[in-house]
């Protein structure tokens, strides 16, 4: 499942979530948010799963800080990324532009 969620007014906004496979024996749901404050920073990511952190550049694609996934998360989270690249960088535009 990948969807855009959320209105532009709101501090933090969950845009996307997706379904990984954490170990093959179990899915998990990621989220991926975009927070008001970071306006002016280039564009990218948050992504969130229990009490794992990350933060991905958007342009290019590139994992900036993590804590607590895995090397094979990072993989994970960031080829889904790539695959709906176009997405993510579309509901950036779309939250920041009001």
């Given amino acids: 499942m990948f969807?855009?969620?959320g209105s532009s007014s709101q501090a933090r906004k969950s845009w996307c979530e997706a379904e990984i496979n954490a170990d093959?024996?179990?899915s998990?749901?990621?989220?991926?948010l975009l927070f008001a404050g970071d306006r002016d920073e280039p564009q990218h990511s948050?992504?969130?799963r229990d009490d794992k952190v990350a933060k991905f550049w958007?342009?290019?694609i590139r994992l900036q800080s993590s804590g607590g996934f895995s090397r094979a998360e990072i993989s994970r989270i960031q080829k889904l990324i790539s695959e709906h690249h176009m997405e993510l960088m579309e509901?950036?535009?779309?939250y920041?532009?009001?």
């Fill in 3 to 5: 969807s855009v969620s």
């Fill in 24 to 26: 093959r024996a179990e």
């Fill in 28 to 32: 998990r749901s990621i989220s991926f």
């Fill in 46 to 48: 948050h992504v969130e």
């Fill in 58 to 60: 958007l342009d290019p």
């Fill in 91 to 94: 509901a950036w535009h779309e």
């Fill in 96 to 98: 920041f532009r009001g």
